[in-house]
């Protein structure tokens, strides 16, 4: 896992992307079965998408833990 941690650190904007992106799409997600009764993402895509979002909030923790 060490590798993945430095290639997302290795881009200045990356962490932040990969972070609001997923939520964004997982609250469209919420948003479109809630209101609008269709669905937005297949399990295929939200499974890693769901994976992505804890993955970022754990290193975000982690880094917040180091300093």
Do not use: Q, R
Request: aromatic share 18%.
């Amino acid at each position: 896992m060490d590798k993945i941690e430095k290639l997302i650190y290795s881009v200045k904007y990356l962490p932040a992307v990969l972070y609001f992106g997923s939520v964004g799409l997982i609250g469209y997600d919420i948003y479109c079965n809630v209101i609008k009764e269709t669905e937005f993402l297949n399990e295929y895509t939200e499974t890693p998408l769901a994976i992505l979002f804890f993955y970022m909030t754990y290193l975000g923790v982690k880094n917040l833990k180091k300093k």
